[in-house]
């Protein structure tokens, strides 16, 4: 038993290492890209050594890949869950959408954007982690939104995949465009993802209301 609470607290404190590093790695992807990325960098930023970086991390890609699987998590805690949590497709689409504003709203946001344009055309483990992200999340929208023209509250339009394509790239060009730039990312989120679904404009003072609160 007397082993139980230090081997906790060394648990704790790599915990902690990690999830810095991983931090200070993702704001440094999301402003220089992954050629530019220096662990030097990171670990400085992060408040630790590089040594640090080493010990959890073998190279540039693991971290990178470990990164986009950080930031997958954190918007699924953030926002995917809000569209699993709505019973009617068009409230888990809209919600998800002003989520994504939200989220928007913090300095790493820009992350996958960034390093989906920058592998673009490449066959490197990065690019493809983050293609397999954005074909699930396509993949989920798609079955949101043919669950809503099943139900008649999206109306008929181009097949349901390449419309949920359509409204994955307008929230994130959108989120990212607008990034803090309060009420209005959201005002104008809301107003495109109602175009790519072909639904009617909200009545004014409605966009939004049902906002998740702004992330800390």
């Not at 989520?99 to 946001?109: E, N, P, T, Y």
């Not at 990034?179 to 003072?205: T, W």
């Amino acid at each position: 038993m007397t082993e139980v609470k230090p081997r906790r607290k060394q648990a704790d404190r790599r915990a902690r290492t990690r999830s810095a590093l991983l931090e200070a790695a993702a704001r440094q992807l999301s402003t220089r890209g992954y050629a530019n990325l220096a662990l030097e960098r990171v670990a400085s930023e992060a408040g630790y050594t590089r040594g640090a970086v080493y010990h959890l991390f073998a190279n540039k890609e693991e971290l990178a890949l470990a990164v986009v699987a950080w930031v997958e998590e954190t918007w699924e805690a953030e926002v995917g869950h809000l569209g699993t949590d709505e019973a009617d497709p068009v409230n888990a689409l809209m919600t998800m959408a002003r989520g994504h504003a939200v989220f928007c709203r913090r300095d790493v946001a820009r992350v996958l954007l960034t390093l989906r344009v920058e592998f673009t055309g490449q066959d490197h483990p990065v690019g493809q982690a983050i293609a397999e992200i954005i074909d699930r999340l396509d993949a989920n929208c798609a079955d949101l939104i043919a669950a809503g023209r099943a139900s008649g509250a999206i109306p008929p339009g181009p097949p349901a995949r390449q419309t949920a394509a359509a409204y994955t790239a307008i929230v994130e060009a959108v989120g990212i465009e607008l990034a803090g730039q309060a009420p209005y990312d959201i005002e104008l989120i809301d107003r495109a993802v109602r175009g790519v679904l072909g639904l009617a404009p909200a009545p004014a003072g409605v966009a939004g209301s049902s906002t998740p609160p702004a992330h800390p």
